[in-house]
């Protein structure tokens, strides 16, 4: 985690309620960039705590150059999934068997990989590249 952390472009956010409710760390690289991983504890989920952690890692002012971010999600995270597409993430892609499913020794799960513009983009970015193609 240190050197996740340590590397250029990563930025790592915790939640406070009293204590740390939730958390994401995220790393860009020029106009991309991706969340690694973002968890909320059992209680203070529904809450509006992840919604305000991917707000305010699009928002920050280290994000300016972004002009997408992409996260992977198991696409049996219902919660997860509704979460992101709120907040204007699409599904780009299937990275099959993906994670490894907990608790469930060789079984693999499925990852979605989803996409948010910001808002700044250029719209023939959609399709991946600035000419539209």
Request: net charge neutral; aromatic share 6%; with cysteine.
């Amino acid at each position: 985690m240190a050197r996740l952390l340590a590397m250029p472009g990563s930025l790592a956010l915790i939640a406070l309620q009293d204590s740390p409710v939730g958390f994401l760390i995220g790393r860009q690289v020029a106009c991309e960039a991706e969340i690694i991983s973002v968890g909320v504890i059992p209680a203070a989920r529904a809450t509006g705590v992840g919604a305000a952690l991917l707000t305010t890692y699009a928002q920050h002012p280290s994000m300016r150059p972004v002009t997408e971010i992409f996260l992977e999600v198991a696409v049996d995270n219902h919660p997860a999934i509704a979460l992101y597409a709120a907040q204007g993430f699409r599904k780009v892609g299937l990275r099959p068997e993906y994670y490894a499913a907990p608790g469930k020794s060789g079984i693999k799960t499925d990852a979605i990989l989803m996409r948010r513009r910001l808002p700044d983009a250029d719209p023939a970015s959609e399709n991946g590249n600035a000419t539209g193609d």
